[in-house]
Structures are given as structure tokens and as C-alpha cells.
């Protein structure tokens, strides 16, 4: 068994797990930019269309918790997808809070475009799929017990 680390230890940056996520964050945005610049697209906006592409018409309220955003950081970057031509904004007729959010045709097509950008990230990680899925799934997880402690 190890033995307990040493508060000098613990509070070192490289042992930080928050510091690890975070820098790894850092790195993959800073990959996407030029990706998603080819694509008109900043990394929130690509988070809103990869969720639109996988299930449209999607309502405000539950693209901002499957995403975790807020509406006040949703609604300015779903105008600027709408006043792109990417999305459009329909209230539901039966209640006007509630805000629908459907992909227009240049939306829609602006997916074949953006398959290449999974492949560059697995180029450059230089990992297989299989590793990557087991990350995801690792980090999901890790999220979902820190979100049920906070």
C-alpha cells in the first residue's frame, strides 16, 4: 500500500486533477480554432450544433443543461448561429417561455463539413478510438460525481 502523500505533495500543480482537465481543455481548443474557423464556428457554437445535429428542434432550456450553459450565455451565441443562417428561433406556440431552436438546410449541411474534426483530434492525441471512448467515458463519469457532490 502507498503511503499517504505529503501536503507538499498534494499541492503540487502537475498532482492537480482540476489542473490536468483544465490544461487538456486549453490544448483541444486551441486544436479546433483553425479547424472550426474553417467552419465559421467558435468552439461553443460547435458544442450547440453537434447537439442539434444529433437530436434538431431541441428546446432553449434543454440544450442549456445538456450543454451545461446558461440561458444568459445561450441566447447571445444562438443569435449569432441564427443571424449566420445556421439556426432558427420558433417560441412554442402553447407556451412563448419556451424557445425551439431547428437547424436550417445551411445547418444541416454544414455537418459534412465538420466530420473531419473528430479525425484531427484523434490524429493528434495519437490515440486509438477505443482509448478515446474509455476517456470520455472516464471524465464523464468523473463530472457526473462531482455535479452530484456539488
Not at 461553443?44 to 431541441?58: F, H, K, T
Not at 448561429?81 to 425551439?100: I, K, M, Q
Not at 444541416?108 to 495519437?126: H, I, Q
Request: aromatic share 4%; net charge positive; glycine share 4%.
Amino acid at each position: 500500500m502507498r503511503n499517504a502523500p505529503t501536503t507538499d505533495e498534494m499541492l503540487k500543480l502537475d498532482n492537480q486533477l482540476c489542473f490536468a482537465v483544465y490544461s487538456a481543455s486549453l490544448a483541444m481548443t486551441r486544436l479546433y480554432k483553425p479547424l472550426l474557423d474553417k467552419l465559421h464556428l467558435t468552439y461553443p457554437q460547435y458544442l450547440v450544433m453537434l447537439a442539434l445535429w444529433e437530436q434538431d428542434g431541441l428546446m432553449v432550456s434543454e440544450l442549456g443543461t445538456q450543454l451545461s450553459l446558461d440561458s444568459g450565455t445561450l441566447t447571445p451565441l444562438l443569435k449569432r448561429l441564427e443571424a449566420n443562417g445556421l439556426v432558427t428561433r420558433l417560441r412554442d406556440v402553447a407556451d412563448e417561455r419556451r424557445v425551439h431552436i431547428t437547424l436550417t438546410a445551411a445547418g444541416r449541411k454544414l455537418k459534412a463539413k465538420a466530420a473531419s474534426v473528430p479525425a484531427c483530434l484523434m490524429a493528434a492525441s495519437e490515440c486509438s478510438i477505443d482509448e478515446l471512448v474509455g476517456l470520455t467515458r472516464q471524465l464523464q463519469t468523473l463530472r457526473d460525481r462531482i455535479k452530484a457532490a456539488a
